[in-house]
Nanobody
Framework: QVQLVESGGGLVQVGGSLRLSCAASGRTFSSGTMGWFRQAPGKERESVAA????????YYADAVKGRFTISGNNAKDTVYLQMDSLKPEDTAVYYCAGKTAGVIKSSWHREDQYGYWGQGTQVTVSS
């Protein structure tokens, strides 16, 4: 059974930081891609960041560039999302996603590229 388990969410003030973690088990993504998506209340789920393990290339959504950093250890099937300078609009449930192959620039942001998902962790940024 494949599981992706997120942790690290919580309540933080504007301008603060949080670090999300995601650990995969049951299947390895070490030669594929792991990413983060988020869904705010009343909105569709959107891409946040992804890392392609083969060359460790990182993708970011425009809304988080310069503030969020994706990293991880592909040998341990673990991915992190360091979130700095948080804004109220970053409030959402954050989901970890896994793909057993690499992604490309034109499609990394698409949900249908990822076959495995975590249950999500809530991030709330208060003003």
């Amino acid at each position: 059974q494949v599981q992706l388990v997120e942790s690290g969410g919580g309540l933080v003030q504007v301008g603060g930081s949080l670090r999300l973690s995601c650990a995969a088990s049951g299947r390895t993504f070490s030669s594929g891609t792991m990413g983060w998506f988020r869904q705010a209340p009343g909105k569709e789920r959107e891409s946040v960041a992804a890392i392609r393990w083969g060359d460790r290339y990182r993708y970011y959504a425009d809304a988080v560039k310069g503030r969020f950093t994706i990293s991880g250890n592909n040998a341990k099937d673990t991915v992190y999302l360091q979130m700095d300078s948080l804004k109220p609009e970053d409030t959402a449930v954050y989901y970890c996603a896994g793909k057993t192959a690499g992604v490309i620039k034109s499609s990394w942001h698409r949900e249908d590229q990822y076959g495995y998902w975590g249950q999500g962790t809530q991030v709330t940024v208060s003003s």
